[in-house]
């Protein structure tokens, strides 16, 4: 049997302030007589990365020697946050390092705070690679992730003048959790031309050649699973010029310039992330990064796999790699130039094992989310693929005529080219017959894939390709870091933390829901929170917020579809109601703090407006007298993982109110449960789930249903278009200027009243506020509302992306955890 301290971790507190002060002296060259929190910080990361690459080196030794079947996860983005605090949970070291930096005269929570996030993703699918990451390690499957090595992360916001700007994340300054594998390098081609050849066979061969060339170079983040001997890779790949620091010769021929300007161009394909979520810009960039990451990872896949000496065929049954959307589809592609161009098989067995090895994964149905990439891009970057593209898409159409003679219409829906000016590759198409197993990620959205956006190659290919696996989170992250008090009150309930490695333990407190002491500290540990957050809050904004008012939270990336409009315009008609009463008659009131957070894509601008009306409502609002505790709106800067952590615990309700049908899953519902929040939402994503789970009892519903909405969409185009008249009360205040210069909302309300109405603001509004009115309501009778809180938790044990990873082995992998 396996035991921590034989791999990991520190022996007593001793040897690990002996690892930090040898650092800081020796690493940092530095005394420990001026070792500040920064230095500190440094030290800690570096004692504690060196345990963690010991236990990679084993890992990947062993990994290596039963050379099972491996999965790789493939990721334009990981969301990862901090990894300090991680990385001393999962190796079970916190405790040690706690006490060894109290006697080096540091708190832990201030060493904590010095880490800059890693933020090299968006929101959602960026986060779940994340908690996949820790999943995977932690159930000790054989698993990489490969991503982008970005300079910039996802830009720093800022909120001037209650608008948002965006400031650069540069942060690589310092950054422990990497090590460079300057030896790990991989030259990758773009542009040029085919030329056809023979080989000696008088096979035809395409040759790829000309072009430019372009450096990967490989960072490994080391990954640890939580209380396992595994700790997997995460390899980044960022970019340089291939010819080293410049191109000699024009350096000596005395043109420095331009030697400088193609080692800057090369790395400008890794420098930024994009910082779009679920919008589609078709920038030339962006397919440059999409290639570049694929061929390195490819490159280093196909090169692992060739060590082992095994023919071909067997391929599929070593490797399974997973797209994170469509953004990584070159490499059913690039697999298949690899196979057929460069190791000489047939087309046909080829493509049978790229079909094998890929599986695909859609977040979204949005249309503006979908990749397309115009045919004459492809061209020119990537010659060879798109002759590659073009014989897919040949092949796979004289199939589908085979089965479907004389349907065109079905041949020009279904094809992954589609013949509009200008032509276009359509990357979930490829995606889609590229892959044996094709999969959304909550019930509702999987559905839908297969009803409507996928439900020609439902019928082509059969329903079993499709499937679902529904979202989870990490616990450790999610629970166990973030809410450590409610983490340490159930292990103590139920005999310890074996919940977080299985999660549907938590089932056991239910039995405790009446247990006095146990509600108390449960409603105290609610209470806290939400003092630490309220500190931030006057922290940051000066306000002060009072910590018995109901926390209502809306925190994810900002989009019409999340509807933060909504939210905001109930805000306003709450305001407008207080007002309306006599002071007797507001002493009654619930008080609420209507807290938001998240970051608009920077050329989003109806979402920049959103941020706008929420900050101006907020300046009106929270200096009201009339109003005092009752409201208070409150915008927090700059939404990132490290403050989901502090604000998620803090939330008493938490909104995910997507119009019914448009969000795929959703996953910051799951972690606001799971820290004892309630919920308001729609029925949509992974909200249905969450009542089937918990009970509808202890979750409130409201608006639409999915099924209602595109005849609602053809009513307001249509028919008659009413507003609602509290929503109407609502505009006319914004008009009125109540809340600053009158013009500058008109888009938001226009695109209610005269634009159809696209996310049925209006028609959901009623509703919305009658669900918020019984909120409050149920919020004062506390007893109750403490009794919902455990209750959920204890039934929330399907949510822990364990069992979402488990569910992927089985059915798309075919992969097992490498016990030890
Ligand atoms: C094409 C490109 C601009 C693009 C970039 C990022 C497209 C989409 C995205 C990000 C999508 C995303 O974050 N989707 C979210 O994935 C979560 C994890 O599955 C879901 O929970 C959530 O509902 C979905 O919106």
Not at 120 to 137: E, K, P, V
Not at 529 to 549: C, E, F, G, H
Not at 572 to 593: D, G, N, W
Not at 630 to 653: C, G, H, R, T, W
Request: proline share 3%; aromatic share 10%; glycine share 6%.
């Amino acid at each position: 049997a396996w035991t921590r301290n034989k791999f990991q971790g520190f022996q007593n507190k001793d040897e690990f302030e002996k690892e930090v002060v040898r650092h800081v002296e020796t690493t940092l060259a530095r005394s420990m007589f001026n070792c500040d929190e920064t230095a500190a910080y440094s030290a800690t990361s570096l004692a504690l990365r060196d345990r963690l690459i010991l236990e990679w080196n084993k890992t990947q030794q062993r990994q290596t020697y039963r050379d099972s079947k491996r999965i790789y996860y493939l990721s334009l983005e990981f969301l990862m946050g901090r990894a300090l605090d991680n990385a001393m949970l999962n190796i079970g070291a916190k405790s040690v390092a706690k006490d060894g930096l109290n006697e080096l005269g540091f708190r832990i929570e201030d060493i904590i705070g010095q880490e800059h996030d890693a933020a090299l993703g968006n929101g959602g699918l960026g986060r779940l690679a994340a908690c996949f990451l820790d999943s995977l390690a932690s159930l000790n499957f054989p698993a990489w992730g490969y991503g982008l090595r970005y300079r910039y992360g996802i830009f720093k916001q800022e909120i001037i003048d209650g608008y948002q700007v965006e400031v650069p994340d540069y942060w690589l300054d310092f950054n422990p959790w990497e090590f460079p594998r300057h030896d790990v390098t991989v030259d990758i081609q773009f542009g040029g031309y085919v030329r056809k050849g023979q080989d000696e066979n008088g096979k035809t061969i395409a040759h790829w050649e000309g072009g430019e060339i372009v450096q990967a170079v490989a960072y490994d983040v080391p990954t640890p699973g939580y209380d396992t001997p595994t700790t997997n890779n995460l390899r980044l790949w960022s970019s340089k010029a291939a010819s080293g620091e410049f191109d000699f010769q024009k350096f000596n021929s005395g043109d420095y310039e331009s030697s400088v300007a193609d080692q800057q161009r090369a790395e400008t394909i890794s420098a930024v992330l994009y910082p779009n979520d679920n919008l589609d810009r078709g920038k030339e960039l962006r397919l440059k990064q999409q290639y570049f990451w694929v061929a390195a990872s490819l490159y280093d896949i196909v090169r692992r796999f060739k060590k082992s000496k095994r023919a071909w065929s067997e391929f599929p049954d070593q490797i399974a790699i997973q797209l994170n959307d469509t953004h990584p589809t070159l490499a059913v592609v690039e697999l298949q130039r690899i196979l057929v161009d460069i190791e000489g098989l047939d087309w046909d067995d080829a493509w049978k094992i790229v079909t094998t090895t890929f599986g695909y994964t859609n977040h979204t149905v949005l249309p503006e989310a979908l990749e397309k990439w115009p045919v004459t891009l492809v061209q020119k970057l990537l010659p060879r693929h798109l002759q590659i593209i073009y014989d897919v898409n040949l092949f796979f159409l004289q199939s589908v005529e085979k089965k479907f003679p004389n349907d065109r219409d079905l041949l020009s829906r279904v094809s992954i080219i589609e013949e509009s000016q200008p032509k276009m590759v359509r990357m979930a198409y490829l995606a889609i017959v590229g892959s044996h197993k094709v999969n959304g990620v909550a019930e509702l959205h999987s559905d839908l894939l297969q009803t409507t956006l996928f439900k020609d190659f439902v019928t082509i290919f059969g329903a079993d390709k499709f499937t679902n696996v529904t979202n989870g989170v990490t616990p450790r992250r999610w629970l166990h870091q973030a809410n450590p008090r409610l983490s340490e009150l159930i292990a103590s309930k139920i005999g310890g933390h074996g919940f977080l490695k299985d999660l549907t333990a938590l089932n056991k407190i239910e039995q405790f829901v009446d247990d006095k002491a146990f509600r108390k500290e449960w409603a105290e540990i609610k209470y806290a929170n939400k003092v630490r957050l309220a500190k931030y809050i006057k922290s940051t904004l000066d306000l002060n917020v009072n910590p018995s008012a109901l926390f209502d939270v809306q925190v994810k990336r900002i989009h019409e579809y999340k509807r933060q409009q909504l939210n905001i315009f109930g805000a306003i008609h709450r305001y407008l109601t207080l007002k309306a009463m006599s002071p007797e008659e507001r002493k009654k009131q619930q008080p609420r703090v209507s807290i938001y957070g998240g970051k608009a894509a920077p050329g989003y601008w109806m979402a920049k407006q959103i941020i706008h009306l929420i900050n101006s409502v907020g300046a009106v609002v929270n200096k009201d007298p009339d109003i005092g505790d009752l409201l208070k709106v409150i915008f927090l800067e700059d939404y990132n993982v490290s403050k989901a952590e502090m604000i998620i615990p803090a939330s008493d309700i938490s909104e995910h109110i997507s119009t019914a049908g448009t969000e795929g899953s959703g996953t910051s519902n799951m972690k606001f449960v799971l820290n004892g929040g309630l919920i308001i939402g729609t029925c949509d994503g992974a909200n249905i789930e969450i009542t089937r789970e918990i009970g509808q009892e202890n979750i409130f519903l409201f608006g639409n249903l999915s099924e209602d909405v595109e005849d609602l969409r053809h009513a307001h185009t249509y028919g008659t278009h009413t507003i609602d008249p509290n929503l109407t009360k609502v505009f006319e205040a914004i008009q009125s200027g109540t809340f600053g210069e009158a013009n500058d909302f008109n888009a938001l309300i226009s695109a209610v009243r005269d634009h159809g109405d696209y996310y049925l603001v209006s028609d959901d509004f009623q509703s919305y506020i009658d669900t918020q009115n019984m909120i409050d309501t149920e919020y004062r009778n506390q007893e109750e509302w403490v009794t919902k809180s455990i209750r959920s938790v204890a039934r929330m044990g399907f949510f822990s992306s364990d069992r979402c990873i488990n569910e992927y082995a089985e059915v798309i992998w075919n992969a097992e955890p490498l016990a030890v």
